[in-house]
């Protein structure tokens, strides 16, 4: 197995096992052994177990944006780029269930806790296509002039908890039922023209 097999091996087991066990119980040597790498082999490719979280966390949220930045384009008006976005984000969670598990339990973290805050807050680098059209909507006056961790929520909490029903069987989501909910966070953010916000 080459070097990069051995870390994808070890980043793959360490989803499986996060996903399935949290974070506190899935240990460095539980990782290795469903990799099928030696203990101490895995402190080669990953310094210690916050750095192998916070690596696949990264990895996984790549592959997601590049799912959802799939045919997207910034000339679109904001609710087609709104509707987009989030259609593709629940598309994608709802069928990589252990990404979804993997990604709620970071996020529900102290890990997760920083990145939110940078991101969010501070304005650093990820959640860009979602913080850029909730600007330039609160700007054009069809997004709700509400703090941006506000729309946030207002996206991401809905669309999390559907998620979360579809994977436990309490739902089945399809086009229809997708896109009902994306209009209906959609309806959460807009700014209805006879409302004042």
Known sequence: ???????EEILKAALQLIAEHGFHGAPMAMIADKAGVGAGTIYRYFENKDVLINDLYRQLEDRIMLHVSEGYSQQMPIKERYLHLTTALL????????VFRYMEQFHNSPYGTEIRRDRIIKNANGCDAFR????????????KDAPLVILFDLTFGPLISVTRDHILGFISLDNQLINQVVEACWDGICRHPNNAD
């Open 1 to 7: 197995m080459s070097k990069i097999d051995k870390r």
């Open 91 to 98: 598309n994608y969670l709802s069928s990589h269930p252990l």
């Open 132 to 143: 850029e059209l909730f600007q330039q909507g609160i700007q054009e006056n069809c997004v």
